[in-house]
């Protein structure tokens, strides 16, 4: 019995330690295998992030989400350039501003189009006024001429004019316009508030060449620039062919009288200093 056990006791212990042995044997092979996954695990997601960036910076495969923003954007812009359609009186005047081709013409066009786009045409006629009256020195005679050749592809009445026209001159410097409806009206003149000689219609063709030269023709009005804190009276006589009407225009704002159809005579004393 005592042999027996000694020899159960010997093996056991022998085996223990075999075992232990192995147990440890096994613990570093599994810490070596855990370490290489990490190592593998890691190094793998490098390439994986780094083939998404790739990716994504080639444009081959970008993500469905940026892919569908940036179509919707661009189709916006492209269905807002096609839709968008310059008022004819922007792009007279630009065309007076810049006859020809170009890069300023182009700069000027673009810029214009974001304010009418914003919906922002008073800011958008202001800034044709500035150009204009800093290119032209704020002279009442080119004035005089841009009324008579851009004004009319303003679209809408005599109102709307108006309305252009006063924005307009906000940009433009320190002056005025008087435009006075051709319907309604049988006779009229102008003259300074002393009453000495009667202003001239400019010509069709030309521009202001005396000082006399004040009053502006075109198919349905007349327009008379004055400089700001001018006086002068107007004399006009009244027609049976429509209503008659009188605008003073500033960049402050609009004034506008009317008179209904008949042959009647008004004497209109005009001060530049005001709306009223």
Excluded at 149 to 158: F, R
Excluded at 202 to 214: D, H, P
Aim: aromatic letters at 10%; glycine letters at 8%.
């Amino acid at each position: 019995m005592s042999s027996y056990t000694k020899i159960c006791s010997v093996f056991t212990l022998k085996d223990l330690g075999l075992h232990k042995v192995e147990i440890r044997h096994a613990k570093a092979v599994l810490t070596y295998v855990a370490i290489s996954l990490l190592f593998l695990l890691s190094v793998g997601r490098d390439d994986l992030l780094a083939a998404n960036n790739e990716d994504v910076l080639s444009g081959d495969n970008p993500p469905f989400y940026e892919t569908s923003l940036t179509v919707a954007s661009s189709d916006m812009e492209e269905e807002i350039d096609a839709i968008f359609m310059f008022p004819e009186i922007y792009e007279v005047s630009i065309n007076l501003i810049y006859p020809g081709e170009g890069y300023l013409k182009n700069e000027l066009m673009a810029s214009i189009k974001k304010l009418l786009i914003e919906s922002r045409e008073k800011d958008a006629a202001k800034k044709l006024g500035e150009i204009i009256g800093r290119e032209r020195k704020n002279s009442k005679a080119y004035l005089g001429f841009y009324c008579r050749k851009a004004l009319p592809s303003v679209a809408g009445d005599l109102n709307e004019r108006a309305q252009f026209l006063s924005w307009f001159l906000s940009g433009y410097g320190k002056s005025g316009v008087v435009m006075v409806s051709r319907e309604g009206i049988e006779k009229l003149s102008a003259s300074g508030k002393r009453r000495g000689e009667l202003w001239k219609f400019v010509e069709e063709v030309k521009v202001q060449s005396e000082k006399l030269e004040r009053i502006y023709q075109a198919d349905d009005a007349v327009y008379i620039p004055f400089s700001s804190g001018e006086i002068f009276i107007l004399d006009i006589v009244g027609s049976d062919q429509g209503e008659a009407a009188v605008w003073k225009i500033l960049p402050g704002g609009i004034n506008r009288k009317a008179w209904a159809a008949g042959h009647w005579e008004r004497e209109i004393t005009i001060r530049g200093d005001r709306v009223n």
